[in-house]
Nanobody, 115 residues
Framework: QVQVVESGGGLVQPGGSLRLSCAAS????????MGWYRQAPGKQRELVAV???????NYAGSVKGRFTISRDNAKNTVYLQMNSLKAEDTAAYYC?????????WGQGTQVTVSS
């Protein structure tokens, strides 16, 4: 089994920063991709950023230049550094792990950007 646990969400003011963490554990190998998705009320879930085992990254156009995804393979952890946060970034953020044995999701962590 694979467990995926996110942390780091919270309430921040516009222009502020947050760093989300996602730790994966269980029967996973090093061959997996990890990513962040988000879903705001009344909106479809969208891809925020993904990173492969080789370090290739992809970002949604709305977050390019503001968010940075990275991973620590030794710790099986992926991070999402979010800077210059906007109210439009408010959403539930979900971590995804895509491995050969399956796809796994975390429970989500809420990010609220408000003054």
């Amino acid at each position: 089994q694979v467990q995926v646990v996110e942390s780091g969400g919270g309430l921040v003011q516009p222009g502020g920063s947050l760093r989300l963490s996602c730790a994966a554990s269980g029967s996973i190998s090093s061959g997996y991709a990890m990513g962040w998705y988000r879903q705001a009320p009344g909106k479809q879930r969208e891809l925020v950023a993904v990173i492969t085992t080789t370090g290739r990254t992809n970002y949604a156009g709305s977050v390019k230049g503001r968010f940075t995804i990275s991973r620590d393979n030794a710790k099986n952890t992926v991070y999402l550094q979010m800077n210059s946060l906007k109210a439009e970034d408010t959403a539930a953020y979900y971590c995804n792990v895509a491995a050969a044995i399956g796809v796994y999701w975390g429970q989500g962590t809420q990010v609220t950007v408000s003054s």
